[in-house]
Nanobody, 115 residues
Framework: QVQLVESGGGLVQPGGSLRLSCAASGNVFGINVMGWYRQAPEKQRELVAVIFNGGSTNYADSVKGRFTISRDNAKNTVYLQMNNLKPEDTAVYYC?????????WGQGTQVTVSS
């Protein structure tokens, strides 16, 4: 089993920044893909960013140029640096790890962008 623990959410003003972290513990051998999803009220969960074991990344169009995903394999941790935050970024953010084809989700962390 893999356990994921997220941190770093909170309330920030428009234009501000936050950094999310998600650390994996347990049987972490074989983790390949790490990513972040988000779900706003009354909306479907959507992919924000993903990073593969080799370091390649993909981003949702809505966050390109503002968000940066990175990973520390030695710490089994994925990060999401979010800059120039907008009210429409308000959502619960979930980390996602893929281990040998099986997905694991974090508990979610609330990000609220409001003045």
């Amino acid at each position: 089993q893999v356990q994921l623990v997220e941190s770093g959410g909170g309330l920030v003003q428009p234009g501000g920044s936050l950094r999310l972290s998600c650390a994996a513990s347990g049987n972490v051998f074989g983790i390949n893909v790490m990513g972040w999803y988000r779900q706003a009220p009354e909306k479907q969960r959507e992919l924000v960013a993903v990073i593969f074991n080799g370091g390649s990344t993909n981003y949702a169009d809505s966050v390109k140029g503002r968000f940066t995903i990175s990973r520390d394999n030695a710490k089994n941790t994925v990060y999401l640096q979010m800059n120039n935050l907008k009210p429409e970024d308000t959502a619960v953010y979930y980390c996602y790890f893929d281990k040998l084809g099986r997905g694991y989700w974090g508990q979610g962390t609330q990000v609220t962008v409001s003045s």
